[in-house]
């Protein structure tokens, strides 16, 4: 086994499992990870600032000091913008890795019951070049969300995952709990192959399929950089920020943001605390993780496609590093109502505006606010306030004794 390859656990129970174009995906329970007799490797985890093999350590380092340059108004910042890197809201425990930041989302339905964002997006930035611009939620903006930063750690194996891997999830869903879970998956536009579509799975609302589509956006939106992908600049509720910029777009003229795609391509995924895993407190709440439901939607093992494949509408090919690799996401990435739901539609239609997709819990050990809104402070809370589809998981969440629930949480501490 290479250094840098987990360690594989000898967790059991496999409640149903469904082949996909040649790749087992574990749609509900907890496989024993040693997988190497199906061709499959174990992706390469860790909080350690190396690269997953993708590319040379000295590469990802000069890639992760632009994710973690801080831009200024001569470069371009603003006019209105959340953030001055990337690494502001991708931080813990290293570079790439979730926050505690959180950012503000606003809009209001019609008559219809469509939903209608704020004037000039959404997203309200929290911060401006100048207080003439700065951006504030609307009275008439009745809907109203705040949302935590995530982790981008492993995200290049997420994007190597196979449409029909997601599809074959989603399809297998509404069976296994008497039709209560069903995850959605939806198409969106990959930017840097216009008119390509391919399934979301970045974002809470799985806005984004591509690194380079989600960093574009997040470099305009979050920082205020146009890109070639992002050319025209944001505006302040509606109104132009011209007279405030006085960088020339495209601001973004050296492509940092492929760069900075790459860098997050190349990220290991977290690393789960092997200890603590191996207790048999952590290997009994296991087995209550998969029993009560939880792993239909956060889904333990995935398999990533083979190298070679074209995806993002041909524009990117899976490489040897991320290829064929098992990952542990205990995630679908799909779109679920847990009646936690924000009411936000971004590229989706109204039917996504109360489900939000389904958080990886890979690196669970390293935050303490849960759920979309970062609101849920202990692990027992983010599980009571699963509803809608995850009504039967939190219901059995609730009927397990006391030392049962300690030890499902201790499980979840363990990744």
């Known amino acids: 086994m290479n250094k840098n390859e987990r360690k594989p656990l000898p967790w059991t129970t496999i409640l149903k499992i469904t082949l996909v174009t040649g790749c087992i995906v574990i749609v509900a329970g907890i496989v024993n990870r040693e997988v190497s007799s199906q061709g499959f490797q174990e992706a390469p985890t860790g909080f350690d600032n190396q690269t997953n093999g993708m590319i040379e350590q000295v590469t990802f380092n000069q890639d992760r000091e632009l994710f973690e340059k801080r831009d200024t108004i001569e470069d371009g910042l603003g006019p209105v913008y959340n953030a001055q890197s990337c690494v502001e809201c991708?931080?813990?425990?290293?570079?790439?890795?979730?926050?505690?930041?959180?950012?503000?989302?606003?809009?209001?339905?019609?008559?219809?019951?469509?939903?209608?964002?704020?004037?000039?997006?959404?997203?309200?930035?929290?911060?401006?070049?100048?207080?003439?611009?700065?951006?504030?939620?609307?009275?008439?903006?009745?809907?109203?969300?705040?949302?935590?930063?995530?982790?981008?750690?492993?995200?290049?194996?997420?994007?190597?995952?196979?449409?029909?891997?997601?599809?074959?999830?989603?399809?297998?869903?509404?069976g296994q709990s008497r039709g209560a879970v069903s995850g959605q998956a939806i198409l969106v536009p990959i930017l840097e192959s216009p008119g390509a579509t391919r399934v979301g799975r970045f974002g809470w609302k799985a806005q984004h399929a591509s690194l380079l589509s989600f960093t574009a956006d997040a470099y305009l939106n979050e920082v205020g950089i146009t890109s070639r992908l992002e050319p025209n600049e944001n505006t302040s509720l509606g109104r132009s920020v011209a007279a405030f910029d006085k960088v020339a777009d495209i601001e973004d003229s050296d492509?940092?943001?492929?760069?900075?795609?790459?860098?997050?391509?190349?990220?290991?995924?977290?690393?789960?605390?092997?200890?603590?895993?191996?207790?048999?407190?952590?290997?009994?709440?296991?087995?209550?993780?998969?029993?009560?439901?939880?792993?239909?939607?956060?889904?333990?093992?995935?398999?990533?496609?083979?190298?070679?494949?074209?995806?993002?509408?041909?524009?990117?090919?899976?490489?040897?590093?991320?290829?064929?690799?098992?990952?542990?996401?205990?995630?679908?990435?799909?779109?679920?109502?847990?009646?936690?739901?924000?009411?936000?539609?971004?590229?989706?239609?109204?039917?996504?505006?109360?489900?939000?997709?389904?958080?990886?819990?890979?690196?669970?050990?390293?935050?303490?606010?849960f759920m979309h809104d970062g609101q849920s402070l202990t692990a027992e809370e983010a599980i009571r306030r699963h509803g809608g589809e995850a009504s039967s998981a939190a219901s059995k969440f609730n009927q397990l004794g006391n030392r049962q629930k300690g030890q499902l949480i201790t499980y979840l501490r363990s990744l």
């Open 255 to 369: 492509n940092d943001i492929d760069n900075i795609a790459r860098f997050m391509r190349a990220t290991k995924a977290p690393s789960p605390d092997v200890a603590l895993a191996q207790t048999s407190d952590a290997r009994q709440g296991g087995q209550l993780f998969s029993q009560i439901g939880c792993a239909i939607c956060h889904v333990p093992n995935i398999n990533t496609a083979a190298p070679g494949t074209s995806t993002n509408g041909g524009t990117y090919i899976v490489p040897a590093a991320l290829g064929n690799k098992v990952i542990h996401p205990y995630s679908d990435f799909l779109l679920h109502n847990v009646g936690t739901g924000d009411g936000i539609v971004q590229n989706g239609g109204r039917e996504t505006a109360f489900k939000m997709r389904t958080p990886p819990l890979w690196g669970f050990r390293t935050r303490n606010r």
């Open 90 to 174: 991708h931080q813990n425990v290293v570079s790439g890795g979730s926050s505690q930041i959180l950012v503000v989302r606003a809009g209001h339905r019609d008559s219809s019951g469509d939903f209608i964002e704020s004037p000039g997006g959404s997203l309200i930035h929290d911060r401006a070049i100048d207080p003439s611009i700065q951006e504030y939620v609307m009275p008439s903006e009745t809907i109203r969300s705040q949302r935590i930063s995530l982790s981008t750690l492993g995200d290049g194996f997420i994007e190597a995952i196979d449409d029909q891997t997601l599809l074959a999830i989603a399809a297998s869903q509404p």
